[in-house]
């Protein structure tokens, strides 16, 4: 009885045949293809979103003509006119402003502008007046605010206005600030009084001697004694604008204007 030869069976490696994939075990393609695709999903995801388009800004009428304008007094100096002669001139920073406010009569029953000068940090300000500057869609707070009187045109805020906007060369105008501090003072440097005798044993110079009558048993208000002097706010009207220099933001007023070197002046029109 011939033995029946067994003949092993030939497997996928060893015939050199790649084996199908079962529904079971997943491919490795599908696997790279199922993996690249969850990247490309990430990657969207942490794609930043397109930014909105900016707000455009308004249209804002030409700068209006207002009564005055806020500058800095910067110190004095002098120049020559065309004769020759030496004018004594005051150079003031003024503006450039920018209308932060407008009054009008049916809201505020007066029409007038509120401007601001000298842009600062806006933490240095609090909310409601950061509210404010930010509907009129200015960059940065204002720190020195006043209201002046329109003249010409109409206002709107976020305007900017310039010292050639508002004045010109030759004008009048009245120049208010504070007067510089001059501590405590008696009466002959802080209302002028003659004094006393110096000599000829006079012992009474510089006092200001009887406060007033003895029945009233009291000094009457306003009775010109010693004090703090200066440090008030002072106008000096009739003062000329001599030049304006529109590049600098300066201008150059004759004569003396109240406030000592870097104070706060307004410039109004006479």
Known sequence: MQEEKQVPEETPQASGEQPEPSAAEPSAAAEGETAAAEGETAAAASE????????????LPPPPVLKGLIGRKLGMTHIYDENGRMVPVTVVELGPCHVVQVRTPEKDGYYAAQIGYEPMKTQ????????????????????????????????ASGQEVRAEHVFSEGETVKVTGVSKGK??????????????????????????????????????????????MGGDQVTTRNLTIVKILADTNRVLIKGAVPGGR????????Q
């Open 124 to 155: 240095r300000t609090n909310k409601p007046m950061q509210g404010v500057f930010k509907k009129a869609e200015l960059d940065k707070p204002l720190r020195h605010l006043k209201e002046f009187e329109i003249v010409d045109g109409q206002a």
């Open 183 to 228: 501590g405590f003072a008696g009466v002959v440097r802080r209302y002028g009084f003659a004094g006393g005798p110096m000599t000829h044993g006079s012992m009474t110079h510089r006092r200001p001697l009887s406060s007033g009558a003895t029945g009233p048993q009291r000094v009457f208000k306003g009775k010109r004694s010693p004090g703090r």
């Open 262 to 269: 870097g104070s706060i002046v307004y410039v109004q029109k």
């Open 48 to 59: 930043p979103e397109p930014a909105a388009p900016a707000k455009p800004k308004r249209e």
